[in-house]
């Protein structure tokens, strides 16, 4: 098991990523769209804190994702051993967590905090995970302004 623990401090310091689009390699999928193995991740400043995660072989499936420490203050989750293995993390620094977002018809804006996506700083596979301590994690959490 891999504890990867985040707050808005930490990540204000060390930037996300240095690219302004990375090709994160999903060969499970994500959750429901399983055929779709290939994204590109878009940090594109005029919706910063916000990513844009499109489906190369998606017919133009798109994610609005957020890193974690600009949704709550503090943040962690329990990684599975296979996860881990999975993911090829030896260190929690390996790892780079976003969190799926959706927009409402009435304006609000919630977060997936239950079933984060996790990449691998170095080698860009990546996974969305169930973590082992997702009974504490909100699906639906509300984003504040």
Known sequence: MLTIEQNRVEEKIIP???ETTLDLRFPCGLLGFEQIKNYKLHAFPDIHPFLWLEAQDGDGLCFLV???PYVVEAYH?????????FLGLNEP?????MNIA???PDGSITVNLKGPIVHNRHTLVARQVVPKNAATL?????LSN
Do not use: M, R
């Open 77 to 85: 989750i329990e990684l599975s051993d296979e996860d881990v293995s």
């Open 93 to 97: 620094e390996d790892a780079v967590v």
């Open 16 to 18: 996300l990523f240095t």
């Open 102 to 104: 959706t927009f409402h």
């Open 138 to 142: 909100s699906i639906k959490h509300p």
């Open 66 to 68: 957020v890193p974690p």
